[in-house]
């Protein structure tokens, strides 16, 4: 079965530019989360979606949204990119609304310059 | 506020048995999580502890004490393979990880 996959990996930006990063959960999951990891740092929240809905958000700036689609996948919208939005930005599904076992894709480089 | 702590590195050798800590303090506590990150890699799930008490799942280990704030990853017969960064995390509700900064554990022959 395939795992979480995230489109594109790599992504270079300018400042003040706008991105748009892809997830596709494992198939029969219905939850997606996306994560902010810096290097050398864990992974931060940003938010969650179940079944289309907007489960959680994370302390993140309005700049940040994103949306979850009919078929679970899910789309990070980032505005206004600043330097310090570079980052690993990665994605976990997992089946139930609430789960300790979250699956984590491969993430999507971003780097803002 | 929500924050965990666990040591930023730690060296073994192979065979070994090494013990990463993990002090957390947070509101809305459901549980503790261990996720293993090898460089350039995604975060993968090792176990979960929602009651005090410890979890095996083979050569792996996990413990809490809720009454601590306290928990560790127990790693038994260290291989190479074992060389990556192990994160805590707490969950805070739904499936919101609060992780924390990482111990990179070094393996060595």
């Known amino acids: 079965d395939a795992g979480v996959t995230q489109s594109p990996t790599h992504l270079i930006k300018t400042r003040g530019q706008q991105v748009t990063l892809r997830c596709s959960p494992i198939s029969g999951h219905k939850s997606v989360s996306w994560y902010q990891q810096v290097l050398g740092q864990g992974p931060q929240f940003i938010f969650q979606y179940y079944e289309k809905e907007e489960r959680g958000r994370g302390n993140f700036p309005d700049r940040f949204s994103a949306r979850q689609f009919p078929n679970y996948s899910s789309e990070l919208n980032v505005n206004a990119l600043l330097l310090g939005d570079s980052a690993l930005y990665l994605c976990?599904?997992?089946?139930?609304?609430?789960?300790?076992?979250?699956?984590f894709g491969p993430g999507t480089r971003l780097t803002v310059t | 506020g929500q924050s965990l702590e666990q040591p930023s590195e730690v060296t073994a050798v192979e065979g070994a048995i090494v013990q990463i800590n993990c002090t957390y303090q947070t509101s809305g506590f459901y549980g503790l999580s261990w996720y293993q990150q090898h460089d350039g890699g995604a975060p993968t799930f090792l176990s979960y502890n929602a009651l005090d008490g410890l979890e095996e799942t083979g050569r792996f280990s996990s413990f809490l004490s809720r009454s601590d704030s306290y928990g560790y990853l127990l790693l038994q017969e260290l291989q190479m393979k074992d060389s990556a960064s192990y994160f805590c995390a707490v969950s805070g509700g739904y499936n919101k990880l609060i992780f924390g900064a990482g111990t990179r554990l070094a393996v060595h022959p």
């Open positions: 976990a599904s997992s089946p139930w609304e609430s789960s300790p076992e979250q699956y």
